[in-house]
């Protein structure tokens, strides 16, 4: 069976778009028709019945022949979407997973199709020139008042706050220790682990925010006898907590830091990877007060910037901070070339191969503008204040608290930890709603498991939010296994 | 000004496909308009008329107020389509930069409208499901004798090669040593780097290949005095350099680490980032003989796999030595959801958010098949052959060697380094080729600057290739500087 001769047409020059169009005609056809298939925000039955039924659409994934591109693209992106937990249903709201808009999923297909790679400039002569203006228009909203403001493009956070460790180890004397509190993400541990540096020193967070006397002990305890100085110190504090959204008192914190510099090599990273893009919206953004202060900034725009997953930014106020990832490979950025001006670019990043993520992050701030998109970040902190103010409302259920951000913790009124984690697990399998976990301290002063909503869809409604309150009600641990499970409606499915 | 209401709208749920639509036949108009514009491989003038071209056509990169979708994705995608090196375009051939398919492409497109984030099962429940399939289906291919082949997704080569040190770091004794040629890439030395190991013990390759005696004595130096042990070894092959694309002699090294294995714990990891997939070809799979063995095999489909960035692997023969990334995030694996049989993927990856670069890899397999992909993997060699005797035949140029995979090196006869490394920089500020660079021994055995062709298109056709070689022969040292730049009209653009 030979190969159709149009599976290999190439996305590129100017034939490029006249191959592209029907395929894209095909790929949005299936994901209409997956999502109808699915009608809900995930598929229900728990991950055995996924498998089975994706193996059933789509037979061997290793064919020797293929069955071009149609037939590839109807067959597998209608699996995908049919088996997806989208977050663009209101009620898929475990994560920082946003939702990503039209605008920013157009733009990154022109990412793909032209494919320029970010390591060198005769590889993206335009992107690179882009990636230049645009990672210094936002690293100097973060930083307005640092010397030479500017941003390394990521794949997340988790790359972000290695890069800032990396950037301590290489900028501070040796001997490095990261000091974060408990309430940091595991990121910042696997950073210390991969690099070869110690663990992180790890600072009690009953309260679930990072304490700043607690930071201040840490960095005056006697340096160790055999060593002469002092060694130096990592502070990590973080802007948007995974688990419940809180933000660390960043100004406190950088006080804190700025006094111990005088006595031990000092730096402060704030992993703002889910808080940051609260700098844009002017009722928002005092939450953020001393986080311009920090050395290093971890950002990421696939959280409350909707961008489709990668979106990631460290920001520094000085890009003389970026100097230890310079490196020189001869094929890339030799050093004629270089002294010929023709840009170096391959130490704006640990990978060498690179997608120009900046693009999707262009297009969706020149259609939105700062306002338009400070205008998502409200939508959306107001709609997880409804959600609190719907549960602090119902007798049967605790809200944790209000909340800082856009995530909600609650749980059934008198719920053991096996209830709240089961009743997670329930709505999951029956494909009714994504709603995540977190421990934090309970009514009664101990540590204890709720549920999180983290809120991420701008457009989430006040009956979708009564809806998922009603979800969980429903789970009440007397009846729930009692009912027989059923699914939303087709008729149901929301926008 | 407000911001128009379009900007906003999502791209998942069932409405998605219908915002999408107008977007992408914006994104396409937009595409075609650029390359007109461009009419060539890249745009001339060189970074600084690039970047003042961009400035001209997209002004300030971070508006208050916002423009809507429509006038967003046009004026990015029009800048960045006829500011690109489209690798595409047959003069487009300096690195490992692959002119992307169109199917892949389009499967792409699902991937950021759906948005799965593969870190935990209740973010991507199909797409999870589908990379556990074919990232064994693949690794299978790769270590068909293995007892548990599996693979990892990656950010590509540099981050492929990074974990496979990693592992090695973790599975063998302490103080690790990587051994590796002067042909491997430079990420080789940033892993090391990086991950607080030793830099790497390099061997010299004056062929340009890694020489099995020369391993053999690395593994037998005398441990140093101090240690009780010889230290462990990581052994670094290259199948595929990024200088000329020659593969080192596996089954030879293969060999070698396995007879000292007895006496010192020694691991062999294979980059195959760019020769991997003559894997799949009957013709050229022989030449890859030995890479089974291997432990751990970097290799990237963003190159002889033709996916846009990134498609990136890291096969093993057995997924034990996978465990030391395994870990433990409360809200993402839980150890009771992992027992109530939620998939624990989080020990997959270094990255936690993470896009489904699968879906890609898994519509081109399924349009093309293996045996389509083998087809184009030897038309592009093919084309590297064709090229080779272009050269050869012609007295004003000197060839460096008939191609292994699908890259070319060559330099006009009797021309210096410097008139080579001119005739480079001056194409591309022409706008008339992308050819890259790389040093190797030259006629008289000394090390030379020479130019590289890097063939990645398989449909680069004979009179693109002759064209090539007269493009360089017409830069001529004596006149080149003497005639004004010209460049090709448009009726010229090639499909």
Not at 34 to 62: H, N, Q, S
Not at 165 to 177: D, I
Not at 338 to 351: I, N, Y
Request: hydrophobic share 45%; with cysteine.
């Amino acid at each position: 069976m030979p190969t159709p001769a149009d599976a290999a047409r190439l996305a590129g020059a100017a034939a490029g778009p006249r191959a592209l169009r029907p395929l894209l005609d095909t790929v949005l056809a299936a994901l209409a028709e997956g999502a109808a298939a699915r009608c809900g925000p995930l598929p229900a039955g728990g991950p055995d019945a996924v498998t089975r039924r994706l193996t059933e659409l789509i037979g061997p994934t290793l064919p020797t022949h293929g069955t071009g591109p149609h037939d590839a693209l109807r067959t597998l992106v209608t699996a995908l979407a049919e088996g997806a937990a989208d977050p663009a249903d209101p009620h898929c709201a475990a994560h920082l997973h946003a939702p990503p808009l039209a605008v920013a999923v157009a733009a990154d297909l022109a990412a793909a199709a032209l494919n320029p790679s970010m390591d060198s400039w005769d590889q993206a002569p335009a992107a690179s020139a882009l990636e230049h203006r645009l990672a210094r228009d936002l690293a100097r909203l973060v930083h307005p008042r640092g010397p030479a403001p500017d941003a390394l493009v990521t794949t997340g956070g988790t790359e972000s706050n290695l890069i800032a460790a990396l950037l301590a180890r290489e900028n501070l004397p040796p001997h490095l220790t990261l000091i974060c509190g408990a309430n940091a993400h595991h990121s910042v541990h696997r950073a210390a682990w991969l690099l070869g540096l110690p663990a992180p020193t790890v600072l009690p967070t009953p309260r679930g925010l990072l304490d700043p006397a607690a930071v201040h002990h840490a960095l005056t305890t006697p340096r160790p006898p055999h060593r002469p100085h002092a060694p130096p110190a990592l502070v990590v504090a973080t802007a948007g907590t995974t688990d419940s959204g809180a933000i660390d008192p960043l100004r406190p914190i950088a006080d804190i830091v700025a006094a111990h510099r005088a006595h031990r090599p000092t730096a402060l990273h704030v992993d703002a990877a889910y808080g940051g893009p609260l700098l844009l919206s002017p009722t928002h953004r005092a939450k953020l007060t001393g986080l311009d202060r920090a050395d290093t900034v971890t950002l990421d725009l696939h959280k409350l910037g909707w961008q489709p997953v990668a979106a990631g930014l460290l920001t520094t106020p000085d890009r003389a901070a970026l100097t230890p990832l310079a490196q020189r490979a001869d094929y890339l950025n030799a050093e004629d070339d270089t002294e010929a001006g023709l840009p170096d670019l391959l130490g704006r990043s640990l990978r060498t191969t690179r997608r120009p993520d900046i693009l999707k992050i262009a297009a969706t701030l020149r259609a939105l503008g700062t306002s338009g998109l400070a205008a998502l970040v409200d939508r959306t902190c107001r709609a997880a204040a409804d959600l609190a103010g719907l549960v602090a409302a119902e007798p049967r259920l605790t809200l944790h608290a209000p909340p800082t951000i856009s995530t909600v913790l609650f749980r059934p009124a008198g719920a053991t930890d096996q209830h709240v984690a089961a009743v997670r697990r329930r709505l999951l399998t029956e494909g009714r709603a994504v709603l995540g976990r977190a421990r934090a301290h309970g009514p009664d002063g101990r540590p204890a498991l709720w549920l999180k909503a983290t809120l991420l869809n701008p457009f989430a409604q006040p009956n979708d939010l009564a809806a998922l309150v009603k979800l969980v009600l429903d789970q009440d641990p007397e009846h729930a296994d009692d009912r027989p499970p059923h699914r939303r409606s087709p008729q149901d499915t929301r926008p």
